[in-house]
């Protein structure tokens, strides 16, 4: 998932190719679910073990050091790729930046330490930080209460955000507390509606942590209808891509609301790869060992060189020639680098099961066994 969450995001002539070629399903989606797994998965375990303070100080000391980290990447994008993008050669930075701009350097930089204005390619930080805040009082409510209550209430803020939900609290907090920041710089992400992604990898991380996720029973049982499922969507978005109007049904499909037919396809893609999963092991290579031992620190890196390459792009729509294949190869020697540097476990293990979704470690959760992560 970093692999391909980077190649998405470097502006290269690789971005057409990568950007959802399983059909409607992107790295964000995988990115998401798994690391809401393995924090369901670790944090349940500590709180069973140590009680719920140790959880929610572990936890929390988790999501601080990923918002420091997303405060470093906010004033570099503000005080670095600012000043070039100010120039006037460096459009897409300057589009990227534009609220910044328009509502000042202050402004700006006190919206976005709240997690109220995030900038684009930035956005998914914000994101994760917020579920991550969110998870010990998740993680306690399902374990006095039961997941199905907040199963149940994650869908139905779901379904709302299917028809408005985010829309309508705007207009609220306009009204009623002067918020004045377009819809559109708080991310493209409809917190509203990944929160079910979120609570559904929480769940199944915490049936995971006490042995009963029968997850290869599930794929076993569900896994041709599921290939049938997955090559119709997969047919339905090169249509779309060849030319295919899909707009009067694109609340099924959108990806930042999460539609309905994307969550369809997650699940049939996910039952296809746990049925098989003996033939993905392969891909358990060395180098992807390292990233996902050091994920948090990777998919901050990440960022930087993202916004390299659109200081690079000038107002071209994206890198051409041999500067983009730089581009990558440097990238991806930094990520490496980066995770042999932070590659070290500090945190309870994952349980020593055979029903695993993919071999994994460290998430943006938190860190476990030594293995790889599929995020």
């Known amino acids: 998932m970093l692999v391909w969450m ?24 995988g990115f998401i679910f798994l690391s809401a797994l393995f924090t369901g998965c670790i944090y349940v375990r500590l709180l069973d073990r140590s009680g719920p303070t140790a959880m929610a100080s572990k936890l929390l000391g988790r999501t601080l050091r990923l918002y420091q980290y997303h405060v470093a990447l906010l004033f570099g994008a503000f005080l670095i790729a600012a ?5 006037g050669h460096h459009q897409a930075l300057y589009y990227l930046l534009d609220f910044y701009f328009a509502a000042g350097r202050s402004r700006a930089i006190a919206d976005a330490l709240l997690l109220i204005y995030r900038p684009p390619l ?3 930080i914000p994101l994760y930080l917020i579920f991550l805040l969110l998870s010990p009082i998740a993680l306690l409510i399902a374990d006095k209460l039961g997941w199905r209550i907040l199963l149940v209430t994650s869908f139905a803020v779901w379904l709302f955000a299917q028809f408005g939900l985010r829309q309508d609290l705007y207009g609220f907090a306009t009204h009623h507390f002067h918020l004045h920041i377009p819809l559109n710089e708080m991310g493209a992400f409809n917190l509203w509606a990944w929160q079910l992604m979120w609570i559904l990898g929480l769940w199944c991380g915490a049936r995971w942590a006490k042995g009963t996720l029968s997850i290869e029973e599930w794929a076993e049982r569900r896994w041709i209808p599921a290939a049938f499922i997955a090559l119709a969507l997969l047919a339905i978005r090169y249509g779309e ?12 499909f959108d990806k930042w609301h999460l539609g309905a037919l994307r969550l369809l396809d997650f699940a ?10 003996s033939l993905l092991k392969p891909l358990a290579v060395r180098p992807l060992v390292l990233l ?5 620190q990777v998919f901050v890196t990440h960022f930087v060189f993202c916004f390299i390459g659109l200081g690079m792009m000038g107002s071209d729509p994206r890198i ?31 349980p020593a099961q055979k029903q695993v979704i993919a071999p994994a470690a460290d998430s943006i959760g938190g860190p476990a066994a030594q293995a790889p992560e599929a995020s």
Do not use: C
């Not at 891509?241 to 099924?252: A, F, N, Q, R």
């Not at 041999?322 to 994952?350: E, H, S, Y």
């Open 6 to 29: 980077t190649l998405t995001h470097l502006p290269t002539m690789l971005t057409p190719w990568v950007n959802q070629p399983f059909g409607y399903i992107s790295a964000s989606e």
């Open 83 to 87: 000043r070039f993008a100010i120039n």
């Open 268 to 277: 049939a893609i996910t039952a296809i790869l746990v049925r098989f999963q």
């Open 241 to 252: 891509i060849y030319g295919l109007d899909l707009t009067p049904y694109s609340i099924v």
């Open 320 to 350: 051409y020639g041999w500067r983009q294949f730089a581009l990558i190869a440097v990238t991806f020697a930094a990520l490496l680098a980066v995770a042999k540097i932070f590659g070290k476990p500090d945190a309870p293990g994952l």
């Open 292 to 296: 996902g031992q050091a994920s948090l």
């Open 122 to 124: 930035l956005d998914i």
